[in-house]
């Protein structure tokens, strides 16, 4: 069984007003996909505190088939008490603050204890989805075609533009910075292509790729095969160049080139903007920050680098790699074994390699699975070459990857392909 406290949450939450527990031996700040899982298996090891203010946990990969209505935001939801795990105790409110010094968390609530403390402190608070630092992009966002697949029910607009679609321009864009699942913003390009083929306006339409990158995709093996399909399917691919304002009225689209610094405007009927992301206040300013906001840990380890009874998994932690689900499976369970290794005072011996994995959608029936590490590494899984499309991959994004997610990644059971890697390429990668 799992003990609910309700704390009173910031308004238009509404919650029950009840006394909070101040000790525990683990407190997990997030129950997204990396503090399920990690809580899932610190059970056995003592008392555990999920703090966590949502209602409903999302499958959050599905969106982009959301967007080009293959499936719908329902199938992606999950209600959250279904998701924290038996014999936790979910604190569901929100964290205020951090004083590692003190092992302490502040909750948000009018509570007179509303500090918790704990031996271990685990944060997967995720990241900030920032609309607002694209000018005007906020105001218009889900109306004048307008649109994004980041954030729950956004893609239900996506699908709606698309399917309206008879002609015009359709931009998508990727930001200049860090970015949720750097795949995604280009997956529903191709994805849009497929529909739009399949309805017979694909000649009427153009389709452009803005990215802020110097290439199509940060892997330079995966890159050159996305380049080729792009120009195949008559997709325009403009790089270095970086959405700055919308006005969705004008439907006109304002773009910096990032090597001379100046601006260009664009029309267009679609706009699939791929977000800007940032660290969260609540820890950015916190002492467990490094300079650039994000939860400062060892990249392999996932220790925090000045507090040893710290640690962080998923898109709020500092290593640098991309910001997947497949990077909180393999994280996971370098995180579990390495702080029970501490609770023995032994050697953190358990090493994350950066392994992240973009599963790339280049139609409805073919897909790219890129899968790599550090520097970009490549670490793919299958013993033969996944930069090319096939449908294989494309059934086990599709079919296979919702279901491990529900009933292993947030269970603690699912951490990431690595066993299997090994055996495909008989202890070689």
Not at 68 to 82: D, F, N, P, V, Y
Request: proline content about 5%.
């Amino acid at each position: 069984m799992r003990r609910v406290i309700r704390i009173p949450k910031k308004p238009g939450y509404g919650a029950i007003h009840q006394r909070c527990v101040s000790h525990y031996n683990f407190v997990v700040a997030g129950g997204g996909s990396g503090g399920c899982a990690v809580a899932s298996n610190l059970t056995k090891h003592g008392s555990v505190a999920v703090v966590d203010p949502a209602d409903s946990h999302y499958y959050q990969p599905m969106w982009t088939l959301v967007g080009a209505g293959l499936k719908t935001t329902e199938q992606s939801r999950r209600r959250q008490k279904q998701c924290i795990p038996n014999g936790t105790t979910w604190l569901q409110t929100s964290v205020e603050g951090f004083e590692p010094e003190r092992n302490s968390v502040s909750l948000y609530g009018s509570l007179k204890d509303k500090k918790i403390t704990y031996d271990y402190l685990i944060v997967a608070l995720g990241l900030d989805i920032r609309f607002d630092k694209v000018k005007g992009l906020t105001e218009t966002l889900g109306k004048n075609g307008v649109c994004s697949n980041y954030g729950a029910g956004n893609a239900d607009y996506t699908w709606e533009v698309l399917s309206a679609v008879q002609g015009g321009d359709l931009l998508f864009t990727f930001p200049n910075g860090p970015i949720k699942c750097a795949g995604a913003p280009q997956k529903i390009m191709y994805l849009a292509d497929a529909h739009l083929r399949k309805a017979g306006v694909r000649k009427n339409c153009s389709l452009t790729y803005h990215t802020a990158l110097p290439a199509i995709f940060g892997v330079p093996k995966y890159s050159a095969v996305l380049s080729r399909l792009a120009r195949r399917k008559g997709c325009g691919v403009e790089t270095k160049s970086h959405l700055v304002e919308v006005d969705g009225e004008k439907k006109e689209a304002v773009f910096e080139n990032l090597d001379t610094g100046e601006h260009s405007t664009r029309t267009f009927d679609m706009l699939h903007v791929g977000p800007p992301c940032a660290p969260l206040p609540v820890y950015a300013t916190s002492p467990l920050a490094d300079s650039a906001g994000w939860i400062d840990v060892n990249k392999h380890t996932l220790q925090h680098n000045k507090y040893e009874n710290v640690f962080a998994i998923g898109d709020c932690n500092s290593c640098p790699t991309g910001k997947t689900a497949a990077k909180v499976a393999a994280e996971s369970g370098v995180l579990y074994e390495n702080i029970q290794k501490l609770m023995k005072g032994e050697e953190l011996s358990e090493s994350y390699n950066g392994y992240t994995s973009c599963p790339l959608t280049v139609g409805e029936d073919k897909l790219v699975l890129a899968e790599f590490g550090y520097d970009g590494a490549i670490l793919e899984t299958f013993p033969f070459n996944q930069a090319n499309p096939m449908w294989l991959t494309y059934f086990l994004k599709k079919e296979v990857m919702p279901p491990l997610y529900w009933h292993g990644l947030i269970k603690g059971t699912w951490r990431g392909p690595g066993v299997f890697r090994k055996l495909a390429h008989l202890g070689t990668v």
